[in-house]
């Protein structure tokens, strides 16, 4: 059996009975009761980290999202241009939610084209061209909700069979009620593991996870609240009686959470990312105060969970004016408990080894507190449905809008014989219909864009952490990343220290209860207790220390330039006693303990000083690209 698939059909049309069909059953689900929520979830997705820290190679990433290795970013091709190595895509229009704070359902994101909106067949030509210029991944955002299209199953397997990995932003009312799935997929099949249509149907939304396991595909569930009540403002079902979901919603998702998590999406393979995320964007003063709970709730299940502020394209900022900014003038403490929050975030992570403090400092604070840098304006670009491309979803303006419509795009014919290499072929003879021609000249359209693109400048330079050029200076004010790094070093730096100082006072006890017996005189005693001294000064000085970047490099070296002489002091006489027959295994514990203590230090110090000898990073705003310090 073939697959059942639209090509080049607008499923506009296609699924407006379909949802009129839906109404009639959505009503029959069963609601949550506020605060169920979480007990749920916790009772049926289960931890996978129980230990303190995350295993030594833990992969702080999510796949297919887009987020590019060191090696890989500004790899080229063999003709030496960089590579397109993922883009952001929209696949369908259609969506039965109102979140306002959408960035694409408004007209000042982009509005319908003379060409019509992008078809199903002519994105999947897009990828397939993109391919040609080194894609391997794709991340898909939407106008619509992408499992509100009924072509979309037939899409992801296509995308497997030609190795592309999708990333897919979801809100999961779909996956997460049996009705949804049989208004978009009973009339759609099972695969068996080779993808061959079976003669079983999918019936249920178990049925469509277990089909999207098969698949080289990560699921990206919108996740704000666990709260109901809240959670429907934010998908704007609560107050919006024209709503095709109402107060069913976050059974739908939760649902859909555990089925994706029971069919192992969030399964730890060691040195691979997870393929389950939860995304709480954006952060409001409403959840704000909840989004630490759900980062250590998400990432102890193995779930990549990702937050940042709005953007300034959203509906609450454009169509309603004011209201989003004026709003939040009535929350004066926000901005700064955003700071607190990305602070935590990244101490807990670190802490817990999700992120090793040696990444911490090469690699700097993300848009996304504790997760992945995002690298992908360095990458690749957002492809919208009306043939915009966009340098990434965030900003829609002048100065990030780099073509109206993609098939608008003139291409000289030579280029297009180029890349359909093929030396053979004479212009005369080369049918414009052909398929290989025509997905050539989309190629050379991708090509022509992305090579004159501020995208490009970036692939072409030694970025690595490119912020957010959606935000920064906007919603994200200037200083934000240092002052954030500053005091996430200067804590870890004052808690090793803090340690470092009690295992000091539990040595000076034990040496001073057993100073007869190991014959210690009262002149090395009180050298420990100088240094004791010492080190508590030290501490205090790296607390009064500016927060922005850590304090500067060689602030942070002036400051512990007198620790490492006094360790090794300190460890020799350890060693001197050490060696004593009479020293009893108790004090000889602490002696190791102490030991094992100035060299953790001495390991935190070197990294700390040696701090961002290899990063770089963009500055904002975009168009004074140059590789140089952080905003």
Request: charge should be negative; aromatic fraction near 8%.
């Amino acid at each position: 059996m073939s697959e059942r698939t639209i090509p080049g059909l607008d499923q506009t049309e296609l699924i407006k009975p379909l949802i009129e069909v839906s109404k009639q059953f959505i009503q029959e689900e069963p609601v949550k009761t506020e605060g169920e929520s979480y007990d749920f979830l916790s009772k049926n997705v289960k931890e996978v980290f129980k230990e303190e820290s995350f295993p030594d190679n833990y992969q702080n990433d999510v796949k297919w999202w887009g987020n590019i290795s060191r090696t890989e970013l500004g790899s080229e091709l063999p003709d030496g241009t960089k590579k397109i190595l993922t883009m952001d895509i929209d696949l369908g229009n259609e969506c039965s939610l109102s979140c306002p704070h959408c960035f694409r359902r408004t007209e000042n994101a982009d509005k319908k084209p003379l060409n019509g909106w992008l078809s199903d067949a002519e994105v999947t030509d897009y990828i397939m061209a993109a391919k040609k210029l080194g894609l391997k991944q794709i991340k898909i955002l939407g106008r619509g909700e992408p499992f509100q299209n009924p072509n979309f199953l037939s899409f992801l397997r296509k995308m497997t069979k030609e190795e592309i990995g999708v990333s897919v932003f979801t809100k999961g009312h779909v996956i997460g009620s049996d009705k949804l799935i049989n208004t978009y997929y009973g009339e759609q099949f099972k695969t068996d593991d080779n993808l061959t249509e079976t003669s079983e149907m999918i019936k249920t939304g178990a049925d469509l996870v277990e089909e999207l396991k098969k698949l080289n595909v990560s699921i990206l569930l919108g996740f704000n609240s666990f709260d109901q009540a809240m959670q429907e403002e934010f998908v704007g079902t609560r107050e919006n009686e024209q709503a095709l979901i109402k107060k069913e919603y976050v059974s739908y998702r939760d649902r859909a959470l555990t089925l994706l998590a029971q069919a192992g999406f969030n399964e730890h393979h060691d040195g691979q990312a997870t393929r389950l995320a939860m995304i709480a964007a954006p952060v409001k003063p409403e959840n704000i105060d909840q989004i630490f709970d759900l980062y250590r709730w998400a990432r102890t299940r193995n779930i990549y969970m990702l937050t940042c502020p709005t953007t300034e394209t959203t509906r609450e900022v454009n169509e309603e004016g004011q209201m989003e900014k004026d709003r939040q003038k009535k929350f004066k403490e926000f901005p700064q408990k955003v700071e607190d929050l990305w602070v935590n975030i990244y101490k807990w992570a670190v802490e817990k080894k999700l992120i090793p403090l040696r990444r911490f400092l090469d690699d700097g604070a993300s848009l996304y507190p504790g997760c992945h840098v995002c690298n992908q304006t360095a990458a690749g670009f957002y492809l919208n449905l009306s043939g915009q491309v966009n340098q990434c979803p965030g900003r829609f303006d002048t100065d990030t809008v780099f073509t109206d419509d993609i098939r608008n795009i003139n291409t000289e014919e030579t280029e297009v014989i180029k890349i359909m290499n093929d030396e053979d072929v004479q212009k005369n003879k080369i049918s414009k219909e052909n398929e290989e021609y025509r997905l050539a000249k989309k190629t050379a359209q991708l090509k022509k864009v992305w090579v004159n693109s501020v995208n490009y400048k970036r692939a072409e330079g030694r970025g690595y952490n490119y912020r957010c050029a959606a935000r920064d200076g906007h919603s994200l004010k200037a200083g934000f990343y240092r002052r954030v790094e500053g005091r996430v070093i200067k804590s870890i730096l004052g808690s090793q220290l803090d340690n470092y100082f009690k295992t000091i006072t539990k040595t000076l006890n034990q040496l001073e209860s057993q100073k007869d017996i190991i014959q210690m005189n009262e002149g090395n005693i009180q050298r420990l207790k100088n240094y004791q001294n010492e080190i508590m000064l030290i501490k205090e000085a790296i607390s009064g220390m500016m927060d922005e970047r850590a304090a500067s490099r060689d602030e942070m070296v002036g400051i512990l330039g007198g620790i490492n002489d006094q360790a090794d002091a300190i460890k020799w006489l350890l060693n001197d006693f050490g060696d004593k027959k009479e020293i009893d295994q108790k004090l000889s514990k602490v002696v190791e303990e102490f030991k094992s203590g100035v060299d953790g230090v001495m390991r935190l110090i070197k990294n700390i000083t040696q701090e961002r000898t290899i990063r770089r990073i963009y500055p904002t705003p975009v168009i004074d690209d140059f590789v140089g310090p952080n905003n």
